[in-house]
């Protein structure tokens, strides 16, 4: 069976609203204030520290990742995947626990996230958390995936990345330039999939 690997973080869920929810509760930023997930992070820096943002963070992945939301089409996307033949894995640069702030354990919360929303029953056939960028590529390598979804071309650029799989980027706008296919919408992804190339 041929494997189809899929980044978590930025790439099946999406934190758009999830970072200005949370940094609204915590009262690091009033509810008026801009809300992308950038114009959050430079408010918080620049009001609250690095340590307050690293907090956020924990919070967002951890606790409240409820608030996260499956990028549309992509739970679409994993079980045409599946009725395909493909063999669809979550591989993940995700640490145990946040940096600072409550021990929650991130590699569980995004786990029950995953069930919650359906993707186990729509085909994710495991899912795999790594300590480092380094190990995730090693992974993606160990596990032969044909195409690897990220949403980070860094990942990409790593010398340890598998020169035999095929990179697609899912990337917000324009995609930059690079050894990969990008691309915003799941179901352009989904008929490259399903087309005669799939380079």
Known sequence: MRRLGLDFDNTIACYDTSFHQVA????????QEQRSKRQV?????????????????GLVYGSHIHL???????????????????EVIVVSHKTRYPVVGVAHDLHRAARDWLRLRGFFEAGVAA????PTRELKVRRVAEL?????????????????????TRCWL??????PDGPWRGFADWRVAFGWLAGPNQG
């Open 127 to 130: 899912v795999y958390f790594e």
């Open 68 to 86: 996260a939301e499956p990028f549309e089409g992509v739970l679409d996307f994993v079980a045409g995947a599946r009725e395909q033949g493909w």
């Open 144 to 164: 032969g995936c044909e195409i690897f979804v990220d949403d980070l071309a860094e990942v990409f650029l790593d010398p340890g990345f598998p020169s035999g």
């Open 24 to 31: 609204v509760e915590y009262g690091w930023l009033e509810p």
């Open 41 to 57: 992070k430079e408010q918080v820096l620049l009001r609250h520290g690095n340590e307050v943002w690293t907090e956020l963070q």
């Open 170 to 175: 899912h990337f917000a706008g324009e995609a």
